[in-house]
């Protein structure tokens, strides 16, 4: 344990209030030494070797909570000091860390997992198909769905499986996200958007691509063994274009390929954007998401907002995130936030991160200093099959 429990701190309260007399303090120091005894075998099996068979458990009070830590363009380059140095600033150890890994790359992220793991954190992996450079709004290339569909990356799947499975520790894999946004060359925009997919037209040739190919890679990676991977849809807050057709329920692989609903929830990114409060952003969002699928736990898998003159008050708007997302939506279950900052072509810069001021970084560490924001990991032990 990290300090010294609530209940050995009653205990030795009581412990002081009824040691007046030899008898009261045998009695006293009995009761302690039974208390000791239970606490420290309930820590043990809390906290599993970290070595052992686990999995980790969606929390039923409170949610984790996670972030991603500017680890440069490819969004990969993952090291334990920049963790450290993130928790040092914001106060709180982070049981989510979340890094890329893009089809371009053709490999498999082993180092930047164990280093994560290795911190008792979970990784959060977004398996994007995309090539390089990695601009947005370009189109499809080599990976594109159909190409994916139709087993030309089979092997690379496969391959990429193997590791998952060698690595062998929990871990949390999103399959090419935001795909109701059209920005993504993985985006039901490019794959026949709006056409309809079957004579009853309740079906649309861009969801029905996607989702074809995201039952393709996730039952490639099962069949390989990686029973260690949790899988999680993940879509943008809102749909872009925002039709019916490209909707978040039209892209739903189903029950049976999705253990956590992830949901990205941006402010203001651009200087020329509308500032947002969080329930404008998060409220019907949620209530479309919760509607998805009534029993997966829900993640907000990337949260911020920059922070420009003479726009909205970015310490007010991490502050209502960090009460709202636990208050008054019980089904978010972690908030990973996005902690990155990039400059524009306009020359200007996008700061996103939690200290792009004092006051910014103060309602942070004071949102995430609430006990409900969980910072360890509920593990429960695998039964080897």
Known sequence: MRGESTLNKQWRRIYGIVCRTRMQRFCAIFLLTLVSSACHQRTKSDKLDNNA????????HGAYTGAFIDFGEAEE???????????????KHQAIIASSS?????????????????HRSL?????????????????????????IIAGAWDKYIDDWANAAKAFGKPMIVVFANEMNGDWFPWSGTY?????????????????????????????????????????????NNYSSPLDTWNFAPAYYPGPDYADWLGLSVYGQQYKDEAWADIPSLVDWPYKEMSGVDPNKPIMI???????????????????????????????IKAAVYWHERWQNEEG?????????SVESLQAYREGVANPDWLADLLLRPVTAK
């Open 53 to 60: 068979s686990v999995e980790v458990v969606a929390p039923a």
């Open 77 to 91: 380059d993952v090291t334990l000091e920049g963790i450290e140095d993130f928790e040092t600033m914001v106060g």
């Open 102 to 118: 893009y089809w371009g790359e053709l490999d498999f992220p082993s180092k930047n997992l164990n280093v994560i793991w290795q």
């Open 123 to 147: 990784p959060l992996v977004f398996w994007s198909p995309w090539d390089r450079p990695y601009e947005q709004n370009t189109g499809p290339d080599r990976f594109n769905l159909n190409s």
């Open 191 to 235: 794959y026949g958007g709006n056409r309809p997919a079957n004579e009853e037209k309740t079906k649309w040739q861009g969801p029905e691509i996607f989702k074809e190919a995201y039952r393709h890679v996730v039952d490639r990676v099962r069949a390989r063994g990686a029973s260690n991977i949790k899988w999680m849809f993940h879509t």
């Open 301 to 331: 898998a990337e949260w911020g907002t920059g922070e420009f003159p003479h726009s909205g008050n970015k310490a007010e708007w991490i502050k209502q995130g960090l009460e709202l997302f636990r208050s008054r939506y019980p089904r």
């Open 348 to 356: 200007y810069y996008s700061n996103l991160r939690v200290n792009s």
